[in-house]
């Protein structure tokens, strides 16, 4: 979807899926359909609570969904207040991807991304909405 057919007074960017990618890089699939590519390099070099995010094996293994947005479950309890976590905001402005290049992705990913991308939304029927 194009940025600029979105309502952005009402309009909430949120990440429903993460990916990490090589050389720093990850995907996140956002909640108007579109996957961005987000490039974390220069966020890392910036230090800070970002500089954990160097070793790669932390990078690619604490890489989640928390606050509707990318983040890093540094302490392993799923806590949102103490994860690494990036404004959706700033995901939402990284570039479009039609999807994760196949190069990109471990043997073993191929087969989560495919399950992640069947629509499992749910659907509310109109009977059950109060339009008033």
């Known amino acids: ?3 600029s057919k979105l309502d952005f007074m009402h309009f909430q960017p949120e990440v429903f899926q993460a990916v990490a990618g090589k050389n720093f890089v990850v995907y996140a699939y956002m909640n108007d359909g579109s996957i961005r590519m987000l490039d974390m390099k220069p966020i890392i070099k910036s230090g800070g609570v970002f500089k954990v995010l160097e070793d790669e094996k932390i990078f ?3 890489l989640t969904v928390l606050n509707y ?3 890093w479950d540094i302490g392993g309890n799923r806590d949102e207040y103490k994860c690494i976590d990036i404004d959706p905001f700033h995901i939402f402005h990284s570039p ?3 999807d994760i290049p196949e190069a990109e992705l471990e043997p073993d990913e191929h087969e989560s991304i495919a399950e992640a991308k069947v629509d499992t939304s ?3 029927s109109p009977e059950a909405i109060n339009w008033d």
């Open 60 to 62: 690619h293994e604490k």
């Open 1 to 3: 979807m194009e940025n």
């Open 69 to 71: 947005s990318v983040a």
């Open 96 to 98: 479009i991807v039609s």
């Open 122 to 124: 749910p659907t509310i």
